[in-house]
């Protein structure tokens, strides 16, 4: 057996390419050997693939045929042992389970009010007429979000206090290079490896306090995920351990934080351009009354959220190593190969996605992909379990913003920047807004 022609330069050479411009690698990659092709980052050789007949093989393997968390391996040091992301087999369908009632469609409505108000005391503060970066107020937003929503903890000392660890924790942590084991050293509170453990030292030590008081003092009335992770139990009706539901509760802030925040990030790039889009936003926002439960049914919004989603997902791939010899697509690949499906390439498909280098939120009116053909979150059986969570976020926030203010971008000249994993706008992405309305007004700004 052999793997499919891939690229060939040196491993070192690959990674530095991947760390500054994913996309561009593969782009290359397609255009030279196709739908399906090698390349090394780090210990694996991926074979990656784009094709959606074969990304749907991918995403029906079962849970004892093709890990995820194995993939994830790197992930470890930022979010512990325990991590669903990291998780596989038996261990990984019984904290999904677990967990998953949390994020069912329905429970959004419980955080919806939560969402609102946080993007609107956003809001409230954004300068009117000079530039600023539009990530970090979306960063505020989402920590804030997962603060309140996820962890339980309502406005007060102890929230602005874990707000203040966890920011400070997260910036240290994006810094690419601590994505490399050999960056991973303590030499002190000053060295980044070090700075970032003592924050997560102390931000833990916090989210452990909240578990204890959890248990201690019952979840009686609490909507949150934590109340809902702690009176969870398993089919033995046993329930998880203060170091799962930690180590969940780290991964819920990481990969809900961080990217539904450069998520909307990138929508509003690609947004704020368009006045005709605006437009027919505002209009079919004001159409809502102000009713989280009719925005997050809006036909329009949910397209262009899909559509942002689609052009710039904010994870380009994601990988299974197989458990064992198996036939995908026609390629012959032996136990251990990491099969990566291309969330980028899939999205960028011309038979899928006429024209697929534009915005056109309109395309997703008419067109309903499949699972294989839409995949900002993955798939499968390691589908991303705080999908639902992130696009009606996402939602929330978009329309605040929409109903409020006038905006446009500083500059059209937007690229892509590395912050840990996830691929953000340059600068932040600088925005003016030029006119802001005070809340409760739904008509167009005027």
């Known amino acids: ?220 009335g609490r909507t949150d995920v934590l109340a809902m992770m702690l009176e969870a139990r398993d089919d033995a009706g046993k329930p998880l351990s203060e170091d799962e539901i930690h180590d969940e509760l780290v991964t819920l802030l990481v990969a809900g934080h961080e990217t539904t925040a450069t998520a909307l990030a990138w929508a509003l790039r690609w947004i704020l351009p368009d006045a005709a889009l605006v437009a027919r936003l505002r209009a079919e926002i004001a159409t809502a009354d102000g009713s989280p439960q009719r925005i997050a049914k809006l036909e329009l919004l949910d397209a262009t959220v899909k559509e942002s989603l689609r052009l710039q997902p904010i994870i380009p791939i994601v990988a299974r190593i197989l458990q064992r010899r198996m036939t995908l697509g026609g390629l012959d690949l032996p136990a251990g190969t990491a099969v990566t499906p291309c969330i980028y390439l899939v999205h960028r498909r011309p038979s899928l996605y006429p024209e697929p280098s534009r915005f056109l939120p309109d395309r997703f009116l008419t067109f309903k992909p499949a699972p294989w053909e839409w995949l900002p979150f993955g798939g499968g059986l390691r589908r991303c379990i705080g999908a639902a969570f992130a696009v009606y976020e996402m939602k929330m926030v978009l329309a605040a913003v929409l109903q409020r203010v006038e905006a446009r971008l500083e500059t059209d000249d937007v690229r892509m920047v590395r912050r840990g994993p996830t691929l953000t706008p340059s600068e932040g992405l600088p925005i003016v807004v030029t006119a802001r309305r005070p809340r409760g007004g739904y008509a167009k700004v005027a």
Do not use: C
């Open 1 to 220: 057996m052999s793997l499919p022609r891939g690229l060939e330069a040196p491993q070192a050479l690959q990674v530095i390419r991947w760390m500054r411009d994913p996309f561009r690698v593969l782009d290359d990659g397609q255009a030279r050997f196709g739908d399906a092709f090698t390349m090394r980052l780090l210990d694996h050789q991926l074979v990656v693939v784009s094709d959606p007949e074969v990304v749907k093989q991918v995403f029906a393997l079962g849970a004892d045929d093709a890990h995820a968390g194995e993939g994830n391996y790197i992930l470890k040091p930022f979010l512990g042992p325990s991590s669903l992301l990291l998780l596989d087999g038996a261990q990984h369908m019984r904290h999904r389970k677990m967990m998953l009632p949390a994020f069912h469609g329905e429970r959004m409505h419980a955080y919806a009010r939560s969402m609102t108000e946080l993007a609107h005391d956003s809001i409230d503060h954004w300068p009117v007429g000079r530039a600023f970066p539009a990530h970090g107020p979306m960063q505020s937003i989402t920590l804030q979000v997962i603060i309140r929503t996820v962890f339980g903890i309502e406005e007060g000392p102890r929230f602005a206090q874990l707000a203040d660890l966890l920011r400070r924790g997260l910036d240290v942590g994006a810094w690419p290079m601590l994505l490399f084991p050999f960056m991973q050293r303590d030499l002190g509170r000053f060295s980044p490896w070090g700075r970032f453990l003592r924050l997560g030292m102390q931000s833990g030590e916090i989210l452990r306090a909240e578990i204890r008081r959890g248990r201690e003092g019952g979840t009686s």
